[in-house]
Antibody, heavy 117, light 111 residues
Framework: QVQLVQSGAEVKKPGSSVKVSCKAS????????ISWVRQAPGQGLEWMGR????????NYAQKFQGRVTITADKSTSTAYMELSSLRSEDTAVYYC??????????WGQGTLVTVSS | QSVLTQPPSVSAAPGQKVTISCSGS????????VSWYQQLPGTAPKLLIY???KRPSGIPDRFSGSKSGTSATLGITGLQTGDEADYYC????????????FGGGTKLTVL
């Protein structure tokens, strides 16, 4: 069973970028997709996009088009989510999750990104 | 405003049964499989139900899922205090703006 371990919490200034990593262990990294989901404080889950590492193809929710980039490094079994032009509303916990085309399982532990001047 | 509509909260006593609804449209629930996630306080979401009504290994049969038309339902029987959590439904959406959508979440309180 694959396990996903994410990088640590980040504090960023408005207008800057953040890059969060998600390292997979167990299973075959390239054989499944990785999605990113965020959760603002006290709010629900919001899907941001996904990548299929074996193809290197990423798809993004329209809301984040142009601001988010999801990549994957097959050599290290690590996926990345970079969000640019950060604003206070981007303060959230960011989760990676293994996408099984119709569900997400398992999930990473989450990474808190705080955007504050 | 979530594309999928869930009640903000539900509550029931220990040992009782509760259902959580998830309402959508033909572009999402009506033509796609639904999954459900449990999020205990301060933790990451965890898969509870996939493909409308299937339980992953390790999920007790107290949890069940169903779908009819453009709505889905999560059922939990024999409620335990450890079931207190937020529950989210999710599914693929074929509209242009998003690919995957979640419900707004339902907070379950076990009185």
């Amino acid at each position: 069973q694959v396990q996903l371990v994410q990088s640590g919490a980040e504090v960023k200034k408005p207008g800057s970028s953040v890059k969060v990593s998600c390292k997979a262990s167990g299973g075959t990294f390239s054989s499944y997709a990785i999605s990113w989901v965020r959760q603002a404080p006290g709010q629900g889950l919001e899907w941001m996009g996904r990548i299929i590492p074996i193809l290197g193809i990423a798809n993004y929710a329209q809301k984040f088009q142009g601001r988010v980039t999801i990549t994957a490094d097959k050599s290290t079994s690590t996926a990345y989510m970079e969000l640019s032009s950060l604003r206070s509303e981007d303060t959230a916990v960011y989760y990676c999750a293994s996408w099984k085309s119709r569900w997400f399982d398992p999930w990473g532990q989450g990474t808190l990104v705080t955007v504050s001047s | 405003q979530s594309v999928l509509t869930q009640p903000p909260s539900v509550s029931a006593a220990p040992g009782q049964k509760v259902t959580i609804s998830c309402s959508g449209s033909s572009s999402n629930i009506g033509n796609n499989y639904v999954s459900w996630y449990q999020q205990l306080p301060g933790t990451a979401p965890k898969l509870l139900i996939y493909d409308n009504n299937k339980r992953p290994s390790g999920i007790p049969d107290r949890f069940s899922g169903s779908k009819s038309g453009t709505s889905a339902t999560l059922g939990i029987t024999g409620l335990q205090t450890g079931d207190e959590a937020d529950y989210y439904c999710g599914t693929w959406d074929s509209s242009l703006s998003v690919n995957w959508v979640f419900g707004g979440g339902t907070k379950l309180t076990v009185l």
